[in-house]
């Protein structure tokens, strides 16, 4: 069983930054395959970003390329999502995602474990 949890949302001004953390409990913490997913009120759960397990390749949403990095840290379990030149259309819920299987990394369908979400705001 794994459980993650999110931290570091928060209220920001549009062209500032944010680093959030996703802490995973578990001992195969390297080889889970973890995403971030983000929720705006009333729209459907969008991928963000992913980073594999064992060469952690990175994957991007067009709407993130170029402004947020992924990056994990297996010594400690975690995996951040800094976010650049934040825009009011990235506030949403950001939430983290883990799976053992990598066959689309895209889905949120294909993911078992979630996090609670941490909220990012973005003031124009």
């Known amino acids: 069983q794994v459980q993650l949890v999110e931290s570091g949302g928060g209220l920001v001004q549009a062209g500032g930054s944010l680093s959030l953390s996703c802490a995973a409990s578990?001992?195969?913490?390297?080889?889970?395959?973890v995403a971030w997913f983000r929720q705006a009120p009333g729209k459907e759960r969008d991928f963000v970003a992913a980073?594999?397990?064992?060469?952690?390749?990175?994957l991007y949403a067009d709407s993130a390329k170029g402004r947020f990095t992924i990056s994990r840290d297996n010594a400690k379990n975690t995996v951040n999502l800094h976010l650049n030149s934040l825009k009011p259309e990235d506030t949403a819920v950001y939430y983290c995602?883990?799976?053992?299987?990598?066959?689309?990394?895209?889905?949120?369908?294909?993911?078992?474990?979630w996090g609670q979400g941490t909220q990012v705001t973005v003031a124009s």
């Open positions: 995602a883990g799976s053992y299987y990598t066959s689309n990394a895209y889905s949120a369908d294909k993911y078992a474990y």
């Open positions: 980073i594999t397990s064992g060469d952690s390749r990175t």
């Open positions: 578990g001992r195969t913490f390297q080889l889970l395959f």
